[in-house]
């Protein structure tokens, strides 16, 4: 066993060593402590042979128990058996692409990818699988006719899902694309970064690997970047596992720690951003500086009936407004004394971001039109304030 203090060191010696390693009185923290060791040692050969094995810690990419923690608390949010965590949303995404692939049976062919799909995802499947030979096929994913002739017409290893586009908000019908995918032998992978586990839970309808920007919702206070992909089956756990010790994709126990934390009050967070997602699109939709909302939560909206039928009475805590045209968007994004200019999602602060500028700068004025996102289209993303305050922002802003 080594010790960490002998009096026959030299001085130097006993200051590397000192305070380390100790055997720790009875006692043990209540929450997870940070664990920021990349190595762990043994007593015993045997037990280090195991470790090595993968029934213990031996190498921080290999694992770290304040990312076990982080993990075993995500694969419970989302109602699944195993989840591995990433560097980043867009990790976790790239992980599961590969994981479904290789239980799927070896390689990627052919993913049928959102037509709306998240902007960073689209450069993701263009820049890094497309020119590896897989076909990436788009589908508008509400239409499940649609989605049937892909299935029928190509042989589709993954089909890839959004709850909740972005800046549109579409509500796609999970059980009925995850039956559909399955009957034809592909695997479902979905992001379910917007939605969050609180509006719905893909794995419970038939997904096969559920990924998060658990920069968003999970962490909730915009300090920490992370990812999560949670699965329901071994083999999927294993591929990404595999992914994750030989590719590196790994976070930090820092962030593992942080969005733990941020995991407790994702329900209480969530629920209150939701109903006043609620109030606020409401409110908006009857101010005559504004033109159109788009929240799944109102009649008007092309999913309401899909959102009422499988949300389980919540419509997401994002929305998107048009001004109306005599609004001039310098003078109303200046005006905000409160709410955010800011180009992500999930916070505890109210947060609006203008796609045309952001999110969808990469596209010509008329792909963004052909995709219905005008210039004047003002995203948000509803914080854990006092709703009062956060409409009485909007109203100023509005004039
Ligand atoms: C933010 C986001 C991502 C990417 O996550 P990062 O943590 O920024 O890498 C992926 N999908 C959606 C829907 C997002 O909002």
């Known amino acids: 066993m080594p010790s ?165 908000f579409r509500v796609v019908d999970m059980h009925a694309i995850c039956s559909r995918a399955h009957a034809h032998g592909a695997r479902i992978v979905v992001d379910n970064t917007i939605a969050t586990p609180i509006v719905q839970k893909p794995l419970i309808l038939g997904a096969d690997f559920v990924c998060h920007s658990a920069t968003k919702y999970f962490a909730g206070h915009g300090d920490v970047s992370g990812g999560i992909v949670v699965v329901r089956d071994d083999a999927a756990a294993a591929a990404l596992a595999h992914n994750n010790a030989t590719l590196g994709m790994v976070l930090g126990p820092y962030e593992a720690q942080q969005i733990l934390r941020g995991i407790k009050t994702m329900p209480l967070r969530v629920e209150r951003q939701n109903a006043s997602a609620t109030t606020v699109a409401q409110w908006l939709a009857t101010h005559p500086n504004v033109a159109r909302v788009h929240y799944p939560g109102l009649p008007t909206h092309p999913d309401h009936a899909t959102a009422l039928r499988t949300l389980g009475g919540r419509f997401g805590a994002m929305f998107a407004f048009e001004l109306a045209p005599s609004v001039v968007l310098e003078q109303f994004v200046e005006r905000l004394r409160m709410i955010l200019m800011v180009s992500t999602l999930g916070d505890i602060y109210t947060m609006v971001s203008i796609p045309a500028l952001a999110s969808h700068r990469g596209l010509t004025p008329d792909e963004r039109a052909a995709r219905g996102i005008s210039d004047q289209l003002i995203r948000v993303s509803i914080g854990i304030e006092a709703v009062d305050d956060i409409i009485a922002d909007f109203a100023h802003a509005l004039g």
């Open 4 to 168: 960490e203090f002998d009096p026959m060191w030299e001085y130097s010696t006993q200051l590397v060593h000192a305070g380390e390693r100790l055997v720790h009185p009875p006692g043990r923290p209540t929450t997870t402590p940070l664990y920021s060791s990349s190595t762990y040692y043994h007593d015993s050969l045997d037990a280090f042979n195991d470790a090595l094995a993968g029934h213990g810690y031996a190498y921080g990419r290999n694992g770290n128990p304040t990312n076990v923690a982080f993990e075993r608390a995500a694969a419970i949010a989302e109602a699944g058996t195993a989840a591995v965590s990433t560097g980043s949303g867009m990790a976790a995404i790239y992980t599961a692409l590969l994981a479904a692939g290789r239980v799927h049976g070896g390689a990627l062919r052919t993913i049928v990818a959102p037509r709306d799909v998240y902007g960073a995802t689209t450069v993701m499947l263009r820049d890094f699988f497309a020119p590896n030979g897989i076909q990436i096929l788009t589908c508008d994913m509400t239409d499940l006719d649609a989605l049937d002739a892909l299935l029928a017409a190509h042989t589709v290893d993954v089909v890839y899902v959004e709850q909740l586009s972005n800046p549109l």
